[in-house]
């Protein structure tokens, strides 16, 4: 059974947070991310909870309505703050100081491997969706003959301040068509847009990208046993980038292509995502 929950952290930030699972299980924290939202991550969570874990989705900052700081002020979207959300999460779900796994999405999974390099220690496994390691990358982003470029083309647009209100016109038809027209089932689109399509969350959002220009982030190897899912027909990022991530990761690594499947990898093969996970998870005990 899914509860959906407050979380509120040490800052101050109340989080809406989807749990599952017995409370004294293995925290697996799990973080979506863009234009989606904690219910990426549906499937997962009763999956997790029958298999003993305590799975804990929340929205995250700027999604939530309560964890939401004024995003014309880009400092309270800086990189550090979306990693050091992740621990506080932790520490309000009831695991202060204790090891977790952690699973991230796209910008989640940014933000997953921003908390690998700086709390290593903290994390028992790392599972990433899409989302290469940021060394990877940058690297695949400035190959002249690459075509990461435009891949990533729509980043630029998101640092308009138009941008927010040309996704949202006419019913969201932009961010339907150019963002979830990947093969995302109608009825998980409704789900995200029930999250972030209103103009505060959506700014807050883009925020993300404002304040982190080109994604970029000093982020080192990772020193985590971590499982890397990536669909073979991802629109945003190419397979340069992510079989590059291989190189940046020292401790146990694997990585599982999805064929057939794009960038929204838990709206499109979310029983294949949740089992590799459940594997991986099952390897590397907290």
Avoid: C
């Avoid at 800052?11 to 697996?28: E, M, Q, R």
């Avoid at 900052?61 to 309560?66: A, H, M, N, T």
């Avoid at 996704?167 to 961010?175: C, P, T």
């Avoid at 998980?188 to 080109?214: I, M, T």
Wanted: proline share 7%; glycine share 10%; no cysteine.
């Amino acid at each position: 059974m899914i509860e959906t929950t407050g979380l509120k952290t040490r800052s101050g930030l109340t989080f809406t947070a989807d749990v599952a699972g017995p409370a004294g299980g293995p925290l697996v924290l799990m973080l979506h991310g863009f234009p989606e939202s904690r219910h990426s991550w549906r499937v997962a969570l009763p999956a997790l909870a029958a298999a003993g874990y305590r799975a804990v989705a929340p929205d995250q900052r700027g999604y939530s309505p309560e964890a939401r700081p004024d995003p014309a002020d880009l400092a309270n979207y800086a990189f550090e703050k979306l990693v050091d959300d992740a621990i506080e999460i932790v520490a309000a779900a009831g695991h202060e100081g204790r090891r977790f796994h952690l699973v991230g999405h796209d910008w989640g999974g940014q933000v997953s491997w921003g908390v690998a390099d700086k709390y290593p220690e903290r994390l028992a496994s790392l599972t990433v969706l899409s989302r290469p390691h940021p060394k990877s990358f940058r690297r695949a982003l400035l190959k002249e003959d690459g075509d990461q470029k435009h891949r990533s083309r729509h980043h630029r647009a998101f640092l308009e301040p138009e941008t927010g209100s040309l996704l949202l016109a006419d019913n969201a038809k932009r961010l339907r068509a150019g963002l979830f027209g990947q093969g995302v089932p109608s009825a998980a689109l409704e789900q995200h847009l029930s999250v972030l399509g209103n103009p505060a969350a959506l700014e807050a959002a883009l925020a993300w990208y404002r304040s982190n220009k080109g994604l970029a982030a000093d982020i080192g190897t990772i020193r985590v046993p971590t499982l890397y899912i990536w669909g073979d027909i991802d629109a945003t990022v190419g397979p340069d980038a992510a079989r590059g991530t291989a190189e940046f990761v020292s401790a146990a690594f694997t990585m599982e292509v999805l064929p057939g499947v794009g960038h929204f990898v838990m709206d499109q093969a979310p029983g294949r995502a949740t089992e590799l996970m459940l594997a991986h998870l099952g390897k590397h005990p907290v």
